[in-house]
């Protein structure tokens, strides 16, 4: 087995009996990057000089007995995690030559572990998008067909750990954009719940949407990741003060007697029939492994789509408003202060964050703020209500992560209305704050990938990682490889 397709544990415990060094880990990664990256095109920033210093590092600490869980692993960060000293650009114009001084929790508590940053992976520019095709540095493509897409915003992150080129990622997720792309490159992609990971130094898109989580090779290395990144941090006053359980320890725990909720309205017209296929039989393999199937449903699903590009595309308004020239940035002088404000966001933002902009601000302006937020925020109450309801019979939901596989580049781009109906099975969970992981279950005909998602109660990622397990152990999809 070559270095580079280690699992996240397989690496911990080659380096810790001493059959591999990070040096050759992060040489071997560094290698593949070399070999596919051109045709993948994962990354924006290549951390390469950092990444054998930081793994050298490791060695050091490991012959001093000094030893963390993330010693001498080489992981990717998404690119609009902020990481000190190593450019943070959210695939903007807007960022392009911005280097935070400061770093995110999330990479702190990596960087404490000992992890080696290898680079900075591709998005949809500010997050904003369902196929990393929105990227002002180009597009990702997918690893399994590299003439599709690998799913967005955090394709890059989803494609580097499809193809080897880290041993796994981090994300962010707002509207699905953990679990679409994990379930297009064929790996697993864990949204927490909101407020169990910190999202200070995540440059916002939606503030009360917005949540970090790990893409994998399996199950049990998002749970690894997790246990490092939860908890309560006083820089993010929306992250919640409650213990966090060992993740790893609902790996292998029977699930024999679990309910399992099928929503009616997620098995509906329009989803591929292949898709439908494999969920539906990852759902009796789950009932062969002691499961119980519950069909439930969750009504207001309809509107989750409207309510979410009001709600979403209105935070984003707000948030991207302090990109104006002045502070950081681009900058592009004009003939007074609002010339420059107006010459600085044209030449900065992209076509897809410029909509949005507007969306969101037309909706938060006077005379249209009840007709439109107002109701928005409404229906999202209703839509959580749907989960609250729904989790008082079952103890997980189970649904198609996606409706269709990994689509053509530029199929959808020309039609904002289909590209962000490509994320209806996954706006919810985030509308509601509730966990949801994407995980292989099966692949298409053409050779392309199918997620499988698993949603649970309010910090309740035990029980969604415990399912995920059992069955990923039970049909092996995740040990698919691709050749590149």
């Known amino acids: 087995m070559e270095l580079y397709s280690l699992t996240l544990e397989e690496a911990r415990k080659a380096i810790d009996r001493g059959e591999i060094s990070p040096v050759e880990l992060a040489e071997a990664v560094f290698k593949r990057i070399d070999t596919v990256e051109d045709k993948i095109h994962s990354f924006i920033t290549v951390n390469r000089d950092n990444a054998l210093a930081q793994a050298r590092q490791a060695e050091q600490h490991i012959r001093q007995d ?53 680079g900075k992976t591709n998005l949809d520019e500010f997050a904003m998008g369902s196929s990393t095709e929105n990227s002002a540095f180009g597009p990702t493509r997918n690893p399994w067909d590299i ?5 967005g915003s955090s394709g890059g992150s989803a494609a580097a750990v499809a193809a080897d080129m880290c041993i796994a990622a981090l994300g962010s997720d707002t509207g699905g ?7 297009f490159c064929g790996v697993v992609g864990l949204k927490p719940t909101y407020g169990r990971v ?26 690894i990741l997790l246990n490092i990144i939860s908890g309560r941090d006083l820089c993010d006053s929306t992250s919640a003060n409650l213990p966090v359980p060992d993740f790893t320890s609902a790996a292998g725990k029977d699930i024999k007697g679990m309910k399992l909720g099928i929503p009616k309205e997620y098995f509906i017209k329009g989803i591929a029939y292949e898709v439908g296929s494999s969920v539906r039989q990852a759902i009796k393999q789950l009932e062969s492994l002691g499961a119980v199937p519950v069909e439930i449903s969750l009504p207001h699903t309809d509107y989750a789509v409207a309510a979410y590009y009001i709600l979403a595309t209105s935070e984003a308004s707000s948030n991207l408003a302090r990109y104006d020239g002045v502070k950081y940035g681009l900058r592009v002088e004009g003939e007074d202060l609002i010339d420059m404000y107006m ?27 009840d007709a439109y937020y107002k109701k928005a925020q409404q229906v999202r109450t209703l839509i959580k209500q749907d989960f609250e309801k729904a989790f008082e019979k079952v103890d997980a939901i189970v649904t198609p992560t996606s409706p269709v596989p990994a689509f053509r580049a530029g199929e959808k781009t020309d039609d904002p ?5 490509a994320d209806i099975f996954t706006i919810s969970v985030n509308l509601a704050g509730v966990p949801g992981i994407s995980i292989p279950c099966g692949f298409t005909s053409e050779n392309l990938p199918v997620g499988l998602q698993i949603i649970g109660k309010h910090f309740d990622e035990e029980s969604i990682l415990k399912i995920a397990y059992a069955y990923e152990q039970s049909a092996d999809w995740h040990k698919m490889k691709l050749e590149l």
Do not use: W
């Open 147 to 151: 003439t599709r897409v690998p799913g």
């Open 343 to 369: 010459r600085t966001r044209e030449a900065g933002f992209g076509a897809e964050v410029k909509r949005r902009i507007i969306l969101g601000t037309y909706a938060l302006s006077s005379g249209y703020y």
């Open 198 to 223: 910190s999202r200070y130094g995540l440059v916002a898109f939606a503030s009360s949407l917005d949540q970090i989580g790990p893409i994998t090779k399996n199950v049990k290395d998002a749970a």
């Open 417 to 421: 209305l289909q590209m962000y109906l």
């Open 177 to 183: 954009s953990i679990r679409q792309p994990a379930s």
């Open 66 to 118: 000094i030893k963390h869980p993330l010693s001498g692993i080489p992981l990717a960060i998404k690119d609009n995690i902020c990481t000190e000293g190593v450019r943070t650009t959210c695939s903007s114009k807007m960022l392009e030559n911005f280097v935070p001084p400061y770093e995110s929790t999330v990479t702190k508590k990596l960087r404490d572990q000992g992890y080696v940053l290898t």
